[in-house]
């Protein structure tokens, strides 16, 4: 993979499914280079298979997509270049699509109420206009807070996300504007996850409105009548809680949560996020699935509900299957599994549609019903005409104390032996394995063999595995990752003298861990990651490594308005560096978060990409791969960073 094969790239999002199940619709996004901007088109595909996807839309960022349940109307967000989403109505018999919203700061994905008369959603409220152009004009903020900001919102306290419902026009009045949305929801905290009750009185949503709200990790399930009125917390205020669900009696809500956050709160990492329900009148979440084993890793934003069952994806071992658990307290039953991820599942007419990907494809969707698998699209496949996508293998290496570490292996083709990277994951609770890495296809592309692992504290094998590194990261999790490196080099394809290290947020921290542990690598690549770290005491301990004393040649990677961990936080490592003589560099997006690589405008992705090949051709340089390398002496993209030396 080049860097600019990011332009064949479709992403689908999560489908919809028509209420009789023979229609599925989703979203795919493709990078446009030329725009410099993301595009995305609602794409209708049969579930039978009879005919191809087709595209439903002509906007220019269309996603989100709901079916009523009546299946006469087709609810979606579409954003105007450089505007804010805003809720879309399709009649699905034909007819042009119709702008609901108007709000300044746009409007969330769109739940449907049973009737198929309304719908709710959130959006954020301003207190204050932040619109123009010039910055320094604006009134200040004061904040009183701990959690004052977001990622891709910036400071959220005079911004906060409410609950609003829209009642659409009369059947006969097409051309009618829908009357003003009524804000349900309000207060000094953000809502989400808003879903109907069975009956329409009711709207259930996740908020935090507690007193210890600015300090915990608690989010809790309440309820509020859809004329509004006064809210009534359904939980009991000691899990974090999302994605509610009404069961079709309306006597429980099935949800997701993190359960046995502690007297303070604060106990959450590690811990999975397991299928609970609690009842609609309130108390405890129950969980179905065992919180000790299961960690939810699909991105629908609501529990599924269908056919008697609830509908999730689980982390394993490096995939996210997809399992049906039955309501009636029957074992669950795993519909995908294997070496793949789903990523987003719906349900109607006893069809089961999942958006589903592997390490070669960024996913496709595909049919579930009794017996049978049936794939619907071919999103993925320009990129794979370009035989530039690359199979990874799996190694499992026991480890010092019992248990063992898990990861893949990627190569180029032929005998090598190829340079090799360590590449680790963010996290640590999160988890490496069977989904497109963009960073993997291109650098093995370039000519280098990368390896993933999912050392202790990685999500996917067990809360134990999980809270490994508890109070002590930088310790297993280095261990193991350097276990599985030494084990694989073993392999006379791979140069166990030819190696470096690369990660991104907690990865990048644990590589510049690694790189001050030794002097075996021969440069890193640190993006993304954090000097200080701001819960020390939940996670990595009161005094986790720092990796001072760093003698490899090390490329820092920041978005300058990344909220996670502040741009200040790769300057901090840069200036060290350099004011020690070792060599290094600063590559510093403008505009972007926390994610250049996943959620940057396509230019920066691509620019990115070619300054990574670039920093490894410096220090790790590779003969040409099979086939030669279409990219090498072109001028990468600049992107312009301030020296501090």
Avoid: K
Avoid at 48 to 64: F, H
Avoid at 121 to 126: C, F
Avoid at 372 to 388: D, E, K
Avoid at 403 to 424: F, I, M, Y
Wanted: proline share 9%.
């Amino acid at each position: 993979m080049r860097p600019d094969d990011v332009a064949l790239l479709r992403t689908p999002g999560v489908p919809t499914v028509s209420p009789d199940g023979r229609m599925a619709v989703v979203a795919a996004t493709r990078a446009d280079l030329g725009g410099d901007t993301d595009r995305s088109l609602l794409w209708a595909v049969p579930t039978d298979g009879s005919a191809p996807a087709r595209p439903l839309t002509t906007g220019v960022r269309d996603t989100d997509p709901a079916f009523s349940p009546d299946g006469r109307w087709l609810a979606y967000r579409a954003a105007d270049p450089g505007g804010r989403p805003q809720l879309h109505l399709l009649p699905t018999a034909g007819g042009a699509p119709r702008r609901l919203t108007a709000h300044p700061l746009g409007a969330g994905r769109p739940a449907w109420s049973p009737d198929s008369r309304r719908l709710a959603y959130t959006a954020r409220v301003p207190e204050a206009d932040r619109s123009g152009a010039d910055r320094a004009a604006q009134p200040p903020w004061l904040v009183s807070t701990l959690r004052w900001q977001a990622e891709d919102v910036g400071v959220a306290t005079d911004r906060r996300r409410h609950v609003f419902v829209l009642d659409l026009p009369p059947d006969g009045e097409g051309d009618a504007a829908p009357p003003p949305p009524r804000q349900v929801t309000d207060g000094d905290a953000d809502d989400a996850d808003v879903t109907w009750s069975p009956d329409g009185a009711e709207l259930a949503f996740v908020s935090a409105r507690h007193a210890r709200a600015d300090r915990d990790r608690v989010h809790d399930v309440y309820a509020v009548p859809t004329a509004g009125g006064p809210l009534r917390r359904v939980t009991d205020g000691r899990a974090e809680c999302s994605r509610p669900a009404y069961d079709p009696a309306g006597r429980w809500i099935w949800l997701t949560a993190r359960l046995g956050l502690g007297p303070e709160g604060l106990d959450a990492a590690g811990r999975g996020a397991t299928l609970c329900r609690v009842p609609a009148t309130g108390g405890a979440p129950e969980p179905v699935l065992d919180p000790a084993g299961t960690d939810r890793g699909d991105t629908t934003p609501a529990t599924v509900l269908a056919g008697g069952a609830a509908l999730l994806g689980v982390q394993r071992r490096g995939a996210v299957e997809l399992l049906r658990v039955p309501s009636d307290g029957g074992p669950a039953e795993v519909l995908v599994d294997g070496p793949f991820t789903v990523h987003g599942v719906a349900a109607a007419g006893r069809v089961v549609v999942a958006t589903v990907g592997h390490d070669r494809s960024a996913g496709e969707l595909i049919a579930v019903t009794p017996g049978r698998r049936r794939l619907l699209t071919g999103f993925g496949r320009a990129l794979g005409a370009t035989g530039r996508l690359h199979r990874g293998t799996e190694r499992v290496v026991p480890v010092a104390g019992g248990g063992d570490v898990h990861g893949w292996v990627t190569a180029p083709d032929g005998p090598g032996p190829h340079p090799v990277l360590l590449v680790l994951h963010d996290g640590p609770h999160r988890q490496d394995g069977w989904s497109l890495s963009v960073d993997t296809q291109a650098l093995v592309s370039a000519g280098y063999a990368v390896l993933r692992c999912n050392p202790r504290g990685s999500s996917g094998y067990g809360q134990v595995h999980a809270r490994a590194v508890l109070g002590a990261g930088g310790a297993a999790d280095a261990d193991d990752a350097v276990a599985l490196l030494d084990a694989v080099l073993a392999d006379p394809a791979l140069d166990a003298g030819r190696v470096g290290v690369a990660g991104t947020g907690y990865g990048g921290w644990l590589a510049g861990v690694l790189t001050g542990r030794t002097t075996r690598f021969a440069a890193a690549v640190v993006e993304g990651a954090f000097t200080d770290w701001w819960a020390p005491d939940q996670v990595l301990g009161t005094d986790p490594p720092t990796g001072a004393g760093v003698r490899t040649p090390t490329l820092v990677v920041h978005g300058d308005e990344d909220r996670r961990f502040p741009a200040e936080q790769g300057l901090r490592r840069y200036t060290d560096l350099r004011r020690r003589g070792v060599p290094a560099e600063l590559l510093l997006f403008p505009g972007e978060g926390a994610d250049v690589g996943g959620t940057g405008r396509p230019r920066h992705r691509q620019a990115r990409l070619e300054h990574l090949l670039r920093w490894w051709a410096r220090w790790l340089p590779v003969g040409d791969p099979p086939g030669g390398h279409a990219d090498r002496g072109r001028e990468p993209v600049t992107v312009r960073a301030t020296r501090l030396d």
